[in-house]
């Protein structure tokens, strides 16, 4: 077993390591203190040996040569120079001569803040280092100080290597501000609604109608997913720019929450639509209503499966990759085009039964009995053509992602899915304020609407204001 096999399968201090030392010849013993000395060793993935560390090593392996009559001369000047060469080495001497070695790392982590930030300036007002190297030095460095970490991340010339990053990260979170918006919207058009419009139902169960709760989730799962996604994007430059050994599980636990809000928008909005659109389809389908509502169940059921793959694919990582990430994305993409395939049906299903229906609705002549549905007809159109061009996108997935070997198609297609949705989100709420404006307008013209210092008298007529002895 050769010294790298070695170093990289054994603890440094286990007996392992220390029978194979005794065993070696004197060269091969330099060679691997050395390496041990300059930091080329770790424990695992972003877990170093610290400088105090790896000095207490190197005198366990004096120690036990030593009583194995295994030391030799030039073994111990090795292990006894180690640690003057860390304290007579200065910031100009590391970055001059061990700048892309371990050794770098090892006299970094060894230092104070202040000495740390110094060197990152340094690397940055460097013109010999172009923006690409000091990505790779910084992920080298793997430096763990957060004030550090900024520093890094604050670099002119990461900037040119994650700018895009940072935008995609920006357009994300202005989708979920934008998501915010509407929710706060819905909330004020919530309130008067229940405050002005006189009717037989309490104001809580107003607020609290299943449109408006299913409404308010689309916003919020919709504003939800933006935003872990940008969080995922936050993580991912963490990662790449400083090596944060965290980022990597924050990242794929903030992109799996992101898939499962995605996947909580398509459950909420395909309640919606049922909710929205039951009486139409009674009415264009009175024979086969029942069979479309078994179609929407089973439609959501199958909006989770890509939401499986992913938690799948994240918590599993090494048996997929036995497996094979092709034949893993494989399935994932199926399981997507699958659910996106029934959303398109169930889109292009509506869409003939709104247009069934608006006929039908022209035919007839009470148009003020009518003119509610008729509302919702023109905008369950519209926001099922949206919809059209949602679920297509998902279909078109497979063939998008297949090639992108950088990822920049995934964060634009994600980018076109967001805003599609959010369109169709507030297609919605603009149906809800035209349904509430209807409502409004019928309400005075029958009315049932208590004007100011009026009360309603509950049969169409308006009545004076009790004085305050008649209350």
Same mark, same amino acid.
């Not at 194995?68 to 292990?79: F, M, P, Q, W």
């Not at 929407?296 to 799948?312: E, K, N, Q, T, Y």
């Not at 709420?429 to 404006?437: A, H, P, Q």
């Not at 005075?444 to 008298?457: D, F, R």
């Given at each position: 077993? /050769? ?35 300059? @930091? ?16 207490? =090593? ?8 030593? !009583? ?14 180690? /640690?003057?060469?860390?304290? @007579? ?27 740390? =930030? ?39 010339? =990461? ?29 004020? +058009?919530v309130y008067y609604e229940a405050t002005i419009l006189v009717g037989s139902q309490s104001i809580l169960e107003k607020v609290c109608s299943k449109f408006?709760?299913? +409404? ?5 799962? @919709? ?19 400083? /090596? ?72 599993? !990582? ?5 497996? @094979? +990430? ?70 078109? !997935? ?8 950088? /990822? ?27 349904l509430f404006f209807d409502s409004k307008r019928t309400a005075v013209t029958v009315g049932i609407m208590k004007p100011e210092g009026k009360e309603h ?15």
């Amino acid at each position: 077993m /050769g010294p790298v096999q070695v170093g990289t399968t054994y603890r440094l201090d286990s007996i392992e390591t220390l029978v194979w030392l005794t065993s070696q010849t004197a060269s091969n013993q330099r060679l691997f203190v050395a390496n041990v000395c300059f @930091g080329f060793f770790k424990k695992g993935i972003h877990d170093y040996y610290t400088l105090l560390e790896i000095l207490d =090593i190197l005198q366990l392996y004096s120690e036990y040569l030593l !009583k194995t009559n295994g030391l030799s001369r030039s073994v111990a000047e090795k292990i006894q120079n180690c /640690g003057p060469f860390y304290e @007579g080495s200065t910031s100009s001497s590391i970055y001059k001569k061990e700048l892309w070695s371990s050794t770098s790392r090892t006299w970094l982590h060894s230092q104070n803040t202040s000495i740390q =930030i110094l060197f990152i300036n340094q690397i940055c007002e460097d013109p010999a280092v172009n923006s690409t190297l000091t990505v790779r030095l910084f992920y080298l460095f793997d430096l763990s100080d957060s004030v550090v970490r900024k520093v890094m991340l604050d670099c002119p010339k =990461i900037q040119d290597v994650v700018g895009g990053l940072r935008l995609n990260m920006a357009i994300f979170n202005s989708i979920a501000a934008v998501s915010a918006i509407g929710a706060a919207a819905l909330a004020m +058009l919530v309130y008067y609604e229940a405050t002005i419009l006189v009717g037989s139902q309490s104001i809580l169960e107003k607020v609290c109608s299943k449109f408006n709760v299913l +409404l308010c989730c689309c916003f919020v799962f @919709g504003g939800l997913d933006n935003a872990l996604f940008a969080l995922f994007i936050w993580f991912k430059i963490l990662n790449e720019v400083t /090596g944060m050994a965290e980022g990597v599980q924050m990242a794929d636990a903030s992109i799996l929450a992101s898939d499962l809000f995605h996947t909580l928008w398509c459950i909420s909005y395909l309640s919606f639509c049922w909710i929205r659109s039951e009486s139409i389809l009674v009415n264009v389908w009175p024979q086969t209503h029942w069979l479309i509502w078994i179609f929407f169940i089973l439609s959501g059921i199958a909006m989770f499966g890509p939401l499986l793959s992913d938690a799948v694919f994240l918590t599993f !990582k090494e048996l997929v990759f036995k497996i @094979g +990430l092709r034949s893993m994305n494989t399935i994932s993409f199926i399981l997507e085009a699958l659910s996106s395939c029934l959303l398109l049906l169930i889109d292009a299903l509506l869409l003939f039964t709104f247009t069934q229906f608006v006929k039908q609705l022209q035919e007839n002549l009470n148009l003020e009995k009518t003119q509610r549905v008729l509302i919702i007809c023109q905008y369950g159109l519209v926001s099922s053509i949206i919809c059209v061009i949602y679920s297509g996108l998902g279909i078109a !997935k497979p063939i998008l992602y297949w090639n992108d070997h950088h /990822g920049e198609n995934a964060f634009r297609f994600k980018i076109l899915t967001s805003v599609v949705s959010l369109m169709v989100t507030f297609t919605l709420l603009f149906m809800k304020l035209s349904l509430f404006f209807d409502s409004k307008r019928t309400a005075v013209t029958v009315g049932i609407m208590k004007p100011e210092g009026k009360e309603h008298s509950g049969n169409g007529t308006t009545l004076p204001a009790k004085s305050s002895q008649e209350k």
